[in-house]
């Protein structure tokens, strides 16, 4: 059976679905109090740069894949308004779960739909825009999941992919301090959780930098690929077009 990453472990294919559910499901209680802490609120920024270059319009069709608890959501509902439609995916229940009464709580009963990145449940040419925040490096995998977001775009339609990624190399030292050090640390005390913690600096370490992910959007076929690099490359936007 064919491998792939789980952190810095090798796990069957099969099974890392299953390992990455067992992260968040452990972890989405206090999933937003951990990305405060994390990013010293960093995180907010860089979603409302990523809402920002969406470019969301009034009656546009908008899917947030990997929605976690629903920041991107809801800034893209209010700018669809109620002519548009913005619906939300997650392969793990519990984190669809709690963005979805989250957004309910705001007034915002979006369509939830609990899948699986690799095999997106819709139309092909349905979306104006599909967005992905730090979602991608936990699928299994990634070309196919970045070619099932090409697949129902409309012509003309953007992708957005929010991940972490290289950070600028003379902060690396540091940067590779607070991950292995402080991150594990503020799992194991707030989260109670440290393994996931681990496993979060772990995956970022495996995933495709900022040129590498770019050539796989544009293997996927997307085109006019481009990236913004935030906070010394500690995140990079991706974006790209359907032609």
Not at 30 to 36: R, V
Not at 62 to 73: I, K, M, R, T, W
Not at 189 to 205: F, K, M, N
Request: charged share 25%.
């Amino acid at each position: 059976m064919s491998q792939t990453d789980f952190g810095y472990r090798r796990v069957d294919k099969a099974e890392k679905a299953g390992r990455v559910a067992g992260v968040f499901s452990s972890v989405a209680g206090n999933y937003d109090l951990m990305n405060d802490l994390m990013s010293g609120g960093l995180h907010r920024l860089w979603k409302a740069f990523t809402v920002t270059l969406a470019a969301v319009r009034e009656g546009e069709r908008v899917l947030d894949v990997a929605a976690g608890s629903g920041d991107l959501a809801l800034d893209f509902a209010r700018r669809a308004g109620p002519s548009g439609e913005v619906w939300i995916t997650d392969i793990n229940r519990a984190m669809l779960e709690r963005g979805r009464d989250r957004l309910l709580d705001r007034g915002l009963p979006l369509p939830a739909v609990q899948c699986d990145a690799e095999a997106l449940p819709f139309p092909s040419d349905y979306f104006d825009c599909v967005s992905v925040a730090f979602g991608l490096r936990n699928m299994t995998d990634k070309e196919a999941a970045l070619a099932e977001m090409r697949r129902v775009l409309k012509p003309a339609g953007r992708l957005l992919v929010l991940e972490f990624s290289r950070v600028w190399a003379p902060l690396s030292k540091i940067y590779d301090w607070y991950s292995f050090t402080v991150l594990p640390w503020l799992g194991k005390t707030v989260a109670r959780d440290e393994t996931a913690y681990r496993y979060l600096a772990e995956s970022i370490r495996m995933h495709p930098d900022q040129e590498s992910l770019k050539a796989m959007l544009e293997r996927a076929g997307l085109e006019a690929v481009e990236y913004f690099n935030l906070s010394a490359g500690v995140v990079a936007l991706h974006r790209g077009y359907k032609h």
